[in-house]
């Protein structure tokens, strides 16, 4: 299967904007959906974001519609989330996922066959 690598992850002040990377090894990164999602410390694991195959279809999480934006390079295996205007409450270890048999974009993590270590956003207010 594949295996996942997040990086960006830093101390930004509120109101900024920093971009998020995963790195995805495998043949066969072109045909899975990915996703990213989010955990702050003693929160449950939320949905922030995911991406067909081929960039066409989109989906959000309600916190970050509007100011952040998945999208994907095939090319380089890469998976990327440009995050405007953060605010404080985005604080969180920041994953990417990977769905093997998904259809279109989904928030279910229990649609995700593989995931990354994680890479830690922290905003100051």
Same mark, same amino acid.
């Given at each position: 299967?594949?295996?996942?690598?997040?990086?960006?992850?830093?101390?930004?002040? @509120?109101?900024? %904007? !920093?971009? =998020?990377?995963?790195?995805?090894?495998? *043949?066969?990164?072109?045909?899975?959906?990915?996703?990213?999602?989010?955990?702050?410390?003693?929160?449950?694991?939320?949905?922030?974001?995911?991406?067909?195959?081929?960039?066409?279809?989109?989906?959000?999480?309600?916190?970050?519609?509007?100011?952040?934006?998945?999208?994907?390079?095939? @090319?380089?295996? %890469? !998976?990327? =989330?440009?995050?405007?205007?953060?605010? *404080?409450?985005?604080?969180?270890?920041?994953?990417?996922?990977?769905?093997?048999?998904?259809?279109?974009?989904?928030?279910?993590?229990?649609?995700?066959?593989?995931?990354?270590?994680?890479?830690?956003?922290?905003?100051?207010?």
């Amino acid at each position: 299967h594949v295996q996942l690598f997040e990086s960006g992850g830093r101390l930004v002040q @509120a109101g900024g %904007s !920093l971009r =998020l990377s995963c790195s995805a090894n495998g *043949p066969t990164y072109t045909t899975y959906i990915m996703a990213w999602f989010r955990q702050a410390p003693g929160k449950e694991l939320e949905f922030v974001a995911s991406i067909d195959q081929s960039s066409t279809s989109t989906y959000y999480g309600e916190a970050v519609q509007g100011r952040f934006t998945i999208s994907r390079d095939n @090319a380089k295996n %890469s !998976l990327y =989330l440009q995050m405007n205007s953060v605010k *404080p409450e985005d604080s969180a270890l920041y994953h990417c996922a990977a769905d093997f048999g998904g259809a279109s974009p989904q928030k279910q993590k229990e649609g995700y066959g593989a995931w990354g270590p994680g890479t830690q956003v922290t905003v100051s207010s």
